[in-house]
């Protein structure tokens, strides 16, 4: 585990925006009703042409992570959480990824792993135990895409409980997806971690 420096809030949330770009349903949400493709436009290029110093960008990816998913706002995905996480950028093994902890989210998670929680344990289950939604196709879905393509996968993101051990905030299925590829992972894996007071509080640790 290396620690490579503070992170922002702005680069966090950049991350999280480039790993759900590509979702048919999130573009979807972001073309609205009455559809109006401009704005899932605008988001495309501040996910796929990145530019964390131009503000305009900055504002509209955090506009649509904290709609979606409460970033900043103690709701849905970032209940309990205060505005005093500090982020940092860590570079994990492949080994360490397997270590990570699934968020207690209910549905498929716990069924990959019930006996750990850990992404290891999730990614040996996940090629013959039914989860009973689309889970296995998306991580093995992933795995394949990983294992025939150079491009950048986006940072996990996970927060560090109080006892030190980090639970996934977003990228459950990714992290899956790159312990069964972890042969494409040899200089290791970023991962943006928080940590702060209010982590205690979060519900899915």
Request: with cysteine; charged share 20%.
């Amino acid at each position: 585990m290396d620690d490579l420096g503070q992170a922002t809030e702005d680069q966090v949330i950049l991350a999280w925006l480039q790993a759900e770009i590509e979702s048919p349903d999130f573009q979807a949400y972001l073309v609205g009703n009455p559809p109006n493709p401009a704005n899932l436009s605008a988001a495309l290029k501040a996910a796929r042409s990145p530019d964390l110093r131009d503000e305009d960008q900055n504002g509209l990816r955090r506009e649509i992570i904290t709609s979606v998913y409460g970033f900043g706002q103690g709701a849905g995905s970032f209940q309990g959480l205060a505005n005093d996480i500090v982020w940092r950028r860590i570079r994990l093994s492949t080994d360490e990824v397997g270590e990570l902890l699934y968020a207690r989210t209910g549905g498929a998670w716990p069924i990959l792993a019930p006996a750990t929680r850990k992404v290891a344990e999730g990614a040996t289950n996940v090629g013959h135990v039914y989860t009973g939604d689309q889970t296995n196709m998306v991580v093995l879905s992933l795995a394949s895409g990983l294992c025939h393509s150079e491009k950048k996968v986006p940072e996990i993101i996970a927060l560090r409980r109080p006892d030190g051990h980090l639970v996934i905030l977003e990228g459950h299925a990714r992290a899956t997806a790159i312990v069964l590829e972890a042969h494409r992972f040899a200089k290791g894996v970023d991962t943006y971690v928080g940590d702060g007071p209010s982590v205690a509080n979060w519900p899915y640790l």
